[in-house]
């Protein structure tokens, strides 16, 4: 297996496995729904401004740096999980992660990019490793699961820096460089507003599962169905232009949205789950796919879509703290609406040539 490939499973598996088992381990520490979604605005805060900051930042030297620094970063964090024993230093933690998780998925995605443009397959890799992480939850209830999550991240860093070459990068710009943003902000904004809503799910989603009649097994099984099918429509969904992607993934998110909140026993969120990973995997590949080919900054734009995930988070773990004193089924309406205004300004707004400035 390509090295990058093997890297971008391990890593996402040890961080999603820590993800998705988070709200258990922080409902035993005392933590209602709404300090939930603050420690999960906590972690995506964090990451915001480190994926910002090293995504730029990677364009500038050697990208293997930041991968090999970021997963052992990462490793050490994870592990203090273990000794959380109040709410103020599990919140401690999940910042210092968040900051450890930023440094290298930009410098990682830039890096391949640079020698393979099969974006689908890596992406489908990243998207292995979520459905590899779920299950681990699955198997693993107790505080282990975070040491198993360190080990796998040390692995992966070990790996980077036994099979990666130097990357240099000698881009001649000024590390502050608005104009990167200036010619994508369309697109940002269109991501950003999907995926807050997508993000005020999934800040409760393991406990609405469990409303639904699902136990922890079936939890980490249907956590794990997203990404597994993610894996196969990102492949499949390669040659695909990235307009038609994106538009596709826009509108079939606000459905899936709205069919969340319809659902009655957790079985039936299993084909909503499949629709979910074939939205995504269109509304992510297509916007890699643009921003990549427009764009000779390439991890700085990836760093700033990893922001702009990480903002959705905030935002969206934020607006669930709002809905969720509603109910379930609110939460998934009010994400479909914020969806759909994504989708209206992505049909409706003109956009931008990136490199020209100019309509098209």
Known sequence: MNTPYLIQLL??????????????????????????????????????????????????IDRKKFVITGLGLSSIVMALHSLAVSPGMLFLIRALIGISAGIFPAALLAYFYSDNCNLGRFSGFGSLGWAAGALIVGLITDWHLFLI???????????????????????????????????????????????LGAFSIWTIFPLYLADLGANRFWVGVIYALNPLAQFLFMNILEPVRDTILIRTGLLLSVV????????????????IQLALALS???????????????????????????????????????????????????IMFAAAGV????????????????????EK
């Not at 209602?32 to 605005?41: E, K, Q």
């Not at 969340?260 to 026993?265: M, S």
Request: charged content about 10%.
């Open 256 to 271: 899936v949205f709205v069919a969340f909140g319809l659902a009655q026993h957790f079985s039936q969120v299993i084909p």
């Open 280 to 330: 995504w995997s269109c509304l992510y590949l297509g916007t890699l796919k643009q921003l990549l080919r427009q764009n000779e900054e390439k991890s700085t734009v990836s760093g700033m879509l990893q922001s702009v995930l990480s903002l959705a988070a905030v935002c969206g773990a934020l607006l669930e703290g709002v809905t969720g004193k509603f109910g379930y089924q609110t």
């Open 149 to 195: 999550a360190a080990l796998m991240l040390l692995l992966t860093a070990v790996l980077a820096h036994l099979r990666l070459k130097p990357q240099p990068v000698t881009l001649h710009q000024s590390f502050f460089n608005l104009k990167v943003f200036s010619r994508n902000w369309l697109i940002y904004l269109t991501f950003l507003l999907r995926h």
């Open 11 to 60: 890593a996402n598996a040890g961080l999603t496995a820590a993800v998705v088992f988070l709200p258990f381990w922080a409902t035993s520490l005392g933590f209602t729904h709404s300090n939930i979604g603050l420690l999960v605005a906590t972690y995506q805060g964090s990451m915001f401004f480190s994926s910002l900051l090293f995504g730029r930042w990677a364009d500038l």
């Open 339 to 358: 969806a759909l205004l994504g989708t209206l300004l992505y049909f409706f707004m003109p956009k931008m040539n990136p490199t020209n400035g100019k």
